[in-house]
């Protein structure tokens, strides 16, 4: 039976697909028909189509983990937490990669560059599901704190409360 943590870290993974998806899919268009004859943000395309497409595979995997008794002993807790973390910081790379090319912005706007739309489209979907990694790396650590998962340790009891084994 999931419980409401279950149930919040289901709906968690589920909007770090959707996110995870518009954000690769408005890279990849970018990759796809540069614009520009600058080339030199290319490669942050490139990292925000790999971020984006390896965490819409993870997001994926760790919902059915979620709801697979078996798998969540093995990937959660310590896997998770390393995994969320790497996540972490990946999107944050990928997002601020984004943040800093200059043609995109308002006050130095290039009328050549006319994508500016779909790059800013994948860099704001590349910060919310940065913001939606931090919040399933906080859940992982509480998680992996209370003792459930891999490396996780044993269920820790108030005195007097634990379990009568029968």
């Keep these: 039976m999931a419980n409401c943590a279950h149930v919040s870290k289901l709906v968690l993974r589920l909007a770090q697909i959707i996110f995870a998806l518009i954000a690769f899919a408005a890279a990849a268009s970018l990759n ?17 189509v790999f971020t984006g497409v390896l965490a819409f595979l993870l997001a994926i995997f760790y919902a059915i983990v979620c709801c697979v008794e078996g798998l ?17 910081i990946f999107w944050m790379a990928a997002a601020a990669s984004f943040a800093a090319y200059q043609p995109c912005k308002y006050k130095d706007f290039d009328a050549r560059f006319t994508r500016c739309d779909v790059f800013i489209t994948a860099q704001a979907f590349a910060w919310l599901s940065w913001l ?15 003792g459930e998962g891999f490396s996780g340790g044993s269920k820790r009891y108030p005195m007097g409360t634990a379990p009568a084994i029968v």
Excluded at 72 to 88: C, D, Y
């Design 32 to 48: 796809q028909n540069w614009p520009s004859p600058d080339t030199s943000i290319l490669s942050a395309v490139r990292f925000m």
């Design 72 to 88: 969540k002993r093995t990937f959660s807790g310590l896997v998770e937490v390393l995994i969320n973390g790497l996540w972490v």
């Design 132 to 146: 939606l990694w931090i919040a399933s790396l906080a859940i992982s650590i509480i998680e992996m704190r209370r």
